[in-house]
């Protein structure tokens, strides 16, 4: 059951499925977005991040006029390509062979379930919500663990 969804983010949804057709690779829509679409009440999703091989990481920012950004790793996440895209109602944050630092080393952020979620008239992807929890309790900051915990009444 899918969320409250705000216009705009169901309008950048439909770009983001809109413009997938042409990769070659999964992709998942994860975060506060994914969230929503597996039924969780988040009021405010500020941005649409974006999961993808490289080579359509790379695809999807060009097609959408993004930027692909160097990321520096020096926080708690890195990308091997991350780019944001500014011209959606809704920003995408697209990223590719991302890490999170967990404890003093990167541990790879990686999904295997992908879930299809019917949006309007597009079809985007998410992970299942236990892959969703795991990946909350990975990143291990307290909004990734209350959100793990709100999930977790999806569930159960």
Known sequence: MIG??????VATLDIVASAATGLRDPWWI???AAMALAGLDESHVPDVDIM???????ALIDL????VVQDPGEGLFRSGVFGQILTTPVP????????VRAGGD??????????????GSAVVFIPAVA?????C???????DLERARRLEALIS
């Open 4 to 9: 409250a969804l705000t216009d705009d983010l």
């Open 30 to 32: 994860f975060g506060g």
């Open 52 to 58: 993808a091989s490289p080579r359509d990481a790379r």
């Open 64 to 67: 959408l006029h993004g930027e």
């Open 92 to 99: 995408l944050d697209v990223m590719a062979k991302m890490e």
């Open 106 to 119: 990167w541990t790879p952020v990686a999904f295997h379930s992908r879930k299809p979620i019917d949006v």
């Open 131 to 135: 892959e969703q929890i795991a990946t």
């Open 137 to 143: 309790r990975l990143f291990g900051r307290p909004k």
